[in-house]
């Protein structure tokens, strides 16, 4: 268990559907990452938070929001889905916002869209 | 924008072989550069570098950074089946595409 949290695990939903992903990072880290893994494709960043405010913005669609709450666990939206968004989803956690900043990761949330 | 290459993509080795793979950066303000292991599941941390030169070492893994040539190296000694997985190099958030390790009894 690396102590950072997503949820749900597995999710099936239909084209044109929103879905609501969940990440609570490991203790004390406070900033939250997402990213996107498509079926033997690299690990695309989407977006970083750092306690509570957007950081950094990678290949995010505009489809796609996150945000991070006061609590620091973070949501990430994906809406008016499409086959393609069919992707494991990973949320990660590090201390600091830059510099020498190792991530860990959750176990990923697994999409598939319909 | 900043860039990570790796190479090989893919590469297919025997137990016991000595593997190299290869991580070439273009950053604008270098901080450090990061290893993952990427089992079938979330990627596993192996080894941050900061200076140059310094070798990073764990088992039958190490690293090196060559700040001057902007790449870095990961050396796998000895392989075993266990180590086939897919090896990330990563600046800040951004990750290679990785190589693909596959190790063969």
């Known amino acids: 268990d690396s102590g950072v949290t997503q949820t749900p695990k597995h999710l099936i939903t239909a084209t044109g559907q929103r879905v609501t992903l969940r990440c609570s990072p490991r203790s004390g880290d406070l900033s939250v990452y997402w990213y996107q893994q498509s079926l033997d494709q690299g690990l695309q960043f989407l977006i970083q938070?750092?306690?509570?405010?957007?950081?950094a913005k990678g290949n995010i669609l505009e489809r796609f929001s996150a945000q991070q709450f006061p609590d620091l666990h973070s949501e990430l939206n994906l809406s008016s889905l499409e086959l393609g968004d069919s992707a494991l989803y990973f949320c990660a956690s590090s201390a600091r916002s830059a510099g020498a900043n190792v991530l860990t990761f959750g176990a990923g949330s697994r999409l598939t869209v319909l | 924008e900043d860039k990570v290459v790796q190479s090989p993509l893919s590469l297919v080795v025997h137990e016991g072989d000595t593997v190299t793979l290869n991580c070439s950066y273009e950053v604008t303000n270098f901080r450090s550069l990061l290893w993952y292991k990427q089992e079938k599941k979330a990627p596993t941390f192996l080894f941050m570098l900061t200076s140059s030169g310094i070798e990073k070492k764990s088992g039958r893994l190490s690293s090196i950074l060559d700040k001057k040539e902007l790449f870095s190296i990961l050396n796998i000694t000895a392989t075993q089946t266990g180590d086939s997985a897919v090896y990330l190099c990563?600046?800040?958030?951004?990750f290679g595409a990785g190589t693909r390790l596959t190790v063969k009894p």
């Open positions: 990563a600046y800040d958030m951004r």
């Open positions: 938070y750092y306690n509570g405010e957007e950081r």
